[in-house]
């Protein structure tokens, strides 16, 4: 085997290797991202430069580039034209626009659901609810926030209906951003509470009243939206590590 051979083996093994470690990294950084954000140690409208995400993650802009795609799909990024990716802002007439959007979408989710849905289905959706209130409970706070955006998601999914899921996460990522780290003592203890009341009503084959729990829920949930931060937070201080 000739030199030139060896090497041009090595480097195909070594841009292998990079490939296969890219959907590992990709979901590092999406996950790492997501926390921050959803903690309030990265809040609405700090810039997320390519060029940094790629030092401190040591990868491609093309993996950089594919999770800031990811989650500009979801709500939870923006991206402007020759400016650049950051973090969502939704102002307070959006966010309005966005609950109200959600009132909407989540009555009709109820109907439909309460009249499908199987006891069994319901119950996986109590096991989710329960998983929300010990990751409170110990601490586990991007896990807790995590599931209590999907509880609503979890339901959309009962409707067999994509198009809808897909448009609700959205909508559910938008807003959760929004709501404040630190609020009224027991507030933040309440999401659960809340959706326990409303698998209660379903249980019971009461949908207007799984609809009015959901309503009262989601007021709550805009009234604990706190106003945009100024604030702009080094990177590197709060992703990587």
């Known amino acids: 085997m000739t030199k030139s051979t060896k090497t041009s083996r090595s480097f195909l093994a070594s841009q292998t290797a990079a490939r296969d470690q890219s959907p590992a990294v990709e979901e590092r950084i999406y996950q790492d991202i997501y926390d921050a954000i959803m ?8 810039k997320l430069t390519e060029q940094v ?8 802009r093309h993996t950089v580039r594919k999770v800031l795609s990811r989650l500009a799909t979801e709500g939870m990024v923006d991206l402007e034209a020759n400016r650049g ?5 939704p102002s307070n007439t959006e966010v309005k626009d966005m609950f109200e959007l959600r009132n909407i979408i989540e009555y009709a989710v109820l109907d439909k659901v309460g009249r499908e849905a199987s006891t069994r289905q319901i119950a996986g959706m109590r096991k989710m609810v329960e998983e929300e209130r010990q990751s409170y409970l110990t601490g586990d706070r991007p896990r807790w926030i995590r599931l209590s955006a999907q509880f609503h998601l979890a339901l959309a999914e009962l409707t067999g209906n994509a198009l809808l899921v897909d448009t609700l996460r ?9 709501i404040a780290k630190t609020e009224a003592p027991g507030h933040n203890a309440c999401s ?5 009341t409303v698998l209660a009503a379903l249980e ?3 949908i207007a009243l799984a609809q009015e729990h ?5 007021h709550l949930c805009e009234d604990r939206v706190r106003p945009n ?4 937070f080094d990177l590197r201080a709060v992703l990587g590590k």
């Open 204 to 206: 019971s084959g009461d």
């Open 214 to 218: 959901m309503a009262h829920h989601l």
């Open 85 to 89: 990716a950051f973090i969502a802002s």
């Open 39 to 46: 903690e309030h140690r990265l809040p609405p409208r700090t």
């Open 170 to 178: 959205k909508l559910v990522s938008r807003t959760t951003l929004m």
């Open 229 to 232: 931060d100024d604030d702009h």
């Open 53 to 60: 995400l790629c030092q401190i993650y040591d990868t491609a």
């Open 192 to 196: 659960f509470d809340e959706h326990d």
